[in-house]
């Protein structure tokens, strides 16, 4: 109960933060939550899952980016395929990062509740992409978005220490995969 607490703590304080349009503050978000977790880790002498805290993180900003690119592609793309795919994204992405957020509220792990500055400024590219132009940019990025994210999942699954996260990673393994699968299929659909 204490750690479910902490959670809703830290969840507060970072969503509090993100109300405020600073700038700042969202390039700080990733940081932020990263320093959290180390400094709840050191107190717990659990350094060891540092990265397991690290990947829980970066998938978290991940997904974020990937439910609001697939919600702005709901309404920017003109392919039925793309539609399709966001659609697919922001569904999948959003059940993942529920079930990554609670996760983390078990672990006290803090999450970012907003974009850090890199990805903000990547949807903030796509946002003022015509419509003309936005199909063949957002199914490039998901190509090559979902090959990186394989790679850290699959790197989580096998050498995360925390059990719960190597599974969360080898559970998503599949569903990613299956993304970028569709991800090509939508591309190479595009370049007809």
Do not use: R, W
């Not at 394989?150 to 299956?178: M, R, Y």
Request: aromatic share 6%; with cysteine; proline share 2%.
């Amino acid at each position: 109960m204490k750690n479910i607490f902490n959670f809703l703590i830290a969840a507060f304080l970072i969503s509090a933060t993100a109300c405020n349009n600073n700038s700042a503050t969202s390039s700080n978000s990733t940081e932020a939550a990263v320093d959290s977790n180390k400094k709840e880790l050191e107190a717990k002498d659990s350094t060891q899952m540092e990265d397991d805290a690290k990947f829980a993180v970066t998938a978290a900003n991940g997904g974020l980016l990937e439910v609001q690119l697939g919600k702005l592609a709901k309404t920017k793309a003109t392919s039925p395929q793309v539609l399709e795919f966001a659609s697919m994204m922001v569904d999948d992405h959003s059940a993942a990062n529920k079930e990554l957020m609670d996760l983390a509220g078990k672990k006290v792990i803090t999450l970012p509740a907003i974009l850090d500055n890199k990805t903000q400024k990547e949807y903030n590219d796509f946002e003022k992409m015509g419509k003309k132009d936005f199909d063949k940019a957002y199914m490039d990025y998901m190509v090559k978005d979902h090959k990186e994210d394989i790679d850290e999942f699959k790197k989580e699954a096998e050498n995360g220490k925390d059990s719960e996260l190597k599974a969360f990673a080898n559970k998503t393994i599949p569903v990613l995969q299956h993304h970028l699968e569709m991800a090509e299929k939508a591309n190479s659909a595009l370049k007809k």
